[in-house]
């Protein structure tokens, strides 16, 4: 079966430093994946996608940027954190041929201080 | 453009009785609606989608959903409402345009009373 790992599951950091998230699926390949941002428990801000190795879509560019350096591999940086960085971030996958529902990560709680 | 709406911030409903989550969209073309489920502090969970077919599509947990595609909706529902199905809800549709974009409604609150 497949599951979806994200880390960590919350982070605390000054504005101004680095980030780092990642996200891994396991049992699939080629997958379709997806990062978002939920503000304040309500609505999902699609921030990247990917359908590909090295194929990034940027949805919201501001000071964020993804990287898919392995297939079932997903990673959310930042250089500098922005206060309003803050936020629920989801990683989720999809599978890449035809239409599917999507599967979320456990997400990250990321606050910037 | 293809878009999602979920007109009701948050629904409250008594324990036992029946209910209703709406949601209308726009798309250009067939429309492959979802409906997703998120607790406090987790990730979304899928609870049921429409491709094609029956208009009433079955999903996880007992809830359904109905495809009306002269109203342009997909209202998610249950016969009888339980306290622990109380959480957030999402309506999405998939893009259209040839992206792979998944488009979200803005959520609905369900709380059910004891």
């Known amino acids: 079966s497949q599951t979806i790992h994200q880390w960590p599951a919350t982070l605390v950091q000054p504005v101004g430093s680095p980030l780092s998230l990642e996200c891994t699926v396991e049992g699939t390949s080629n997958p379709n994946l997806y990062w978002y941002r939920q503000a304040a428990g309500r609505g999902l801000q699609l921030l990247f996608y990917s359908v590909g190795i090295g194929q990034i879509s940027s949805e919201v560019p501001q000071n964020l940027s993804a990287s898919r350096p392995q297939d079932r591999q997903f990673i959310l940086s930042s250089k500098k954190l922005l206060l309003s960085d803050s936020g629920f971030y989801l990683c989720?996958?999809?599978?890449?041929?035809?239409?599917?529902?999507?599967?979320f990560g456990p997400g990250t709680r990321l606050t910037v201080t | 453009a293809q878009s999602v709406a979920q007109p009701e911030d948050q629904v409250n409903v008594a324990e036992g009785n029946p209910l209703t989550v709406k949601c209308t969209y726009s798309?250009?073309?067939?429309?492959?609606l979802f409906w997703y489920v998120q607790y406090p502090n987790r990730g979304l969970q899928f609870l049921l989608k429409y491709i094609t077919g029956d208009n009433l599509v079955k999903g996880s947990y007992g809830f359904e959903a109905e495809f009306n595609k002269s109203q342009t909706s997909f209202h998610l529902k249950k016969p009888s409402a339980l306290v622990s199905d109380s959480a957030l809800y999402f309506c999405?549709?998939?893009?259209?345009?040839?992206?792979?974009?998944?488009?979200f409604g803005t959520g609905t609150r369900l709380k059910v009373l004891a």
């Open positions: 989720a996958w999809t599978r890449g041929q035809g239409v599917s529902e999507q599967y």
């Open positions: 798309v250009s073309g067939n429309p492959y």
């Open positions: 999405a549709v998939r893009d259209h345009s040839g992206t792979y974009k998944y488009i």
